[in-house]
């Protein structure tokens, strides 16, 4: 399968900081998503991304497709305690089929 | 959005036996797919299932080992056959989601082999 690498691996913010993470592919992608995962949980879906160059907002999450079509950004303004979780970026170049990279775990101190 | 059951929600079982995990949506869907999360790891793909035909496997899985069903397009199952401890994971199904264009999951069977 295609391998997506996300950055950071790992974040320990404060309450109220902004939270800025990547996934990029050596693959070109036609849709990017973003999903959030809790604990004992199956992966939820924040944004969806079909266009190079593409910003779309979701609450306090913005996201990009970044115009190489290889990476995409995911950012979190103001954070709060519920948005703890592994978040994942995912790829699809086929219409059929998504590749997820490899998780960002965010923790969130009060 | 698309709403995915899926049951169990956790097993405990012995090497050398064989586990169904069943996943129901609320809508019809052409696919649904199959997949694997190691503890701490990413979700790897194990295999599409369409309805009416063999589901497709990604490198490194076969029916042998992950045999799947799907009789008609709101319902698979995934069997995970002569477990051994290295198949100690989460599984989780998925299938498209036409409200918001994006992929709904089910909530994920932690499996423990012992």
């Known amino acids: 399968g295609q391998q997506l690498n996300q950055s950071p691996q790992s974040m320990f913010i404060q309450e109220g900081e902004d939270v800025s993470m990547n996934c990029t592919s050596s693959?070109?992608?036609?849709?990017w998503l973003w999903y959030k995962q809790d604990p004992g949980e199956g992966p939820v879906l924040l944004i969806a991304l079909y266009k190079a160059g593409e910003l779309t907002s979701n609450g306090r999450l913005t996201a990009q497709f970044g115009i190489t079509r290889k990476d995409s950004f995911l950012n979190i303004s103001a954070s709060i305690p519920s948005d703890v979780g592994i978040y994942f970026c995912a790829g699809d170049n086929t219409g059929n089929q998504f590749y997820f990279g490899t998780g960002t775990s965010l923790t969130v101190i009060p | 959005s698309a709403v995915i059951s899926q049951k169990p929600s956790r097993d405990i079982c012995q090497r050398g036996t064989s586990l169904t995990i069943q996943c129901q949506v609320d809508?019809?869907?052409?696919?649904m797919f199959w997949y694997r999360q190691q503890p701490g790891q990413s979700l790897t793909l194990i295999a599409t299932a369409n309805q009416g035909s063999e589901a497709t496997y990604e490198s490194g899985f076969v029916i042998d080992k992950f045999p799947i069903s799907r009789p008609n397009l709101t319902f698979s199952t995934l069997t995970v056959s002569n477990m051994s401890p290295e198949d100690s994971s989460i599984y989780l199904c998925?299938?498209?989601?036409?409200?918001?264009?994006?992929?709904?999951f089910g909530s994920g069977t932690r499996l423990t082999v012992v």
């Open positions: 998925s299938a498209p989601d036409r409200a918001n264009y994006g992929y709904t």
């Open positions: 693959s070109i992608f036609n849709t």
């Open positions: 809508s019809q869907v052409t696919m």
